[in-house]
Nanobody
Framework: QVQLVESGGGLVQPGGSLRLSCAAS????????MGWYRQAPGKQRELVAT???????HYADSVKGRFTISRDNAKNTVYLQMNSLKPEDTAVYYC?????WGQGTQVTVSS
């Protein structure tokens, strides 16, 4: 079993930035593709960005040019740098990898 723990969420004003981290621990024997998803109140969970074991990235259209996903395989950690944040980015952000989910971290964009 692999455990994922997200951190870095919080309250930020529109136009601001946040960096989320997701650290994996447990029985890790391979490098997994990892991804960030988000779920806003009353909405379904949606894909934000993914990164393969080799570093190939994919982004949702709504975050292209503003968010950057990266990973440190030595630390089993994936990051999400979020710039130019908008109120519609407000959601609980979840990390996914090794077929497991983290507990989520709240991101609130508001003035």
């Amino acid at each position: 079993q692999v455990q994922l723990v997200e951190s870095g969420g919080g309250l930020v004003q529109p136009g601001g930035s946040l960096r989320l981290s997701c650290a994996a621990s447990g029985r890790i024997f391979t490098i997994s593709a990892m991804g960030w998803y988000r779920q806003a109140p009353g909405k379904q969970r949606e894909l934000v960005a993914t990164i393969t074991s080799g570093g190939s990235r994919h982004y949702a259209d709504s975050v292209k040019g503003r968010f950057t996903i990266s990973r440190d395989n030595a630390k089993n950690t994936v990051y999400l740098q979020m710039n130019s944040l908008k109120p519609e980015d407000t959601a609980v952000y979840y990390c996914n990898g090794w077929s497991n989910w983290g507990q989520g971290t709240q991101v609130t964009v508001s003035s």
